[in-house]
């Protein structure tokens, strides 16, 4: 079984150009959250999506930033006209729902804008 | 508001000591509270968690954590440090009725042979 996957697993983007980050939960996973970390930081909340449904975005920033998570395919986080502050490490959680399970971690994508 | 505080940002200790990480939280209600450890350049790999019973939870790799409601705490522990424990941990809680993990900012801990 297939753990939680995530490309590219580096991104380099300058000023300015789209970022297109993808996800694919683990194997019988429809829910997908999505998470920053900033250096030295912990990580933040983004984005909670099933299939075709955003759930909970309070954690998104209002502009610049979308997700989705399509019928078919992978979860897609979408940046927008990048700054340098949206340098990060993302990275992609899914479970098979209950408020009390595990969250299974990608390896995330590093992203850096020049 | 949900939160968690991990007041170390630094823990050393030498093989073969016990080792712990500290973590304490703000819930209203029952909270879920989660342990996950991180290496370089890696993803979050699941430790344990507390939902509901005993106090002492066992994880994997030899950690366990202990939830006190009273102090409102739920320290990550081990008896025998290995220099391959060293990473970053973190803790988190979430709640019913929010999906969400809140993580604390990272202890990383350091195991010195």
């Known amino acids: 079984n297939a753990g939680v996957m995530q490309n590219p697993r580096h991104l380099v983007r300058r000023r300015g150009q789209e970022a297109r980050l993808r996800c694919s939960p683990m194997?019988?996973?429809?829910?997908v959250y999505w998470y920053r970390q900033l250096p030295e930081e912990g990580l933040k909340f983004m984005v909670y999506l099933q299939k075709e449904n955003i759930i909970d975005e309070s954690g998104m920033p209002k502009e610049r930033f979308s997700a989705e998570f399509p019928k078919e395919g992978p979860s897609i986080l979408r940046i927008q006209q990048v700054v340098r502050g949206d340098s990060a490490a993302y990275f992609c959680?899914?479970?098979?729902?209950?408020?009390?399970?595990?969250?299974?971690f990608g390896p995330g994508t590093r992203l850096t804008v020049l | 508001a949900q939160s968690v505080a991990q007041p170390e940002d630094q823990v050393n200790v030498a093989e073969g000591n016990p080792l712990t990480v500290k973590c304490t939280y703000s819930v209203s209600g029952n909270p879920y509270l989660f342990w996950y450890v991180q290496y370089p350049n890696r993803g979050l790999q699941f430790l344990l968690k507390y939902i509901t019973g005993d106090n002492l939870v066992k994880g994997s790799y030899g950690f366990e954590a202990e939830f006190n409601k009273s102090q409102t705490s739920f320290h990550l522990k081990k008896p025998s440090a290995l220099v391959s424990d060293s990473a970053l941990y973190f803790c988190?809680?979430?709640?019913?009725?929010?999906?969400?993990?809140?993580f604390g900012t990272g202890t990383r801990l350091q195991v010195f042979p």
């Open positions: 988190a809680v979430s709640h019913l009725n929010t999906d969400k993990l809140i």
């Open positions: 959680a899914s479970d098979d729902r209950g408020y009390y399970n595990e969250q299974f």
């Open positions: 194997k019988g996973h429809s829910h």
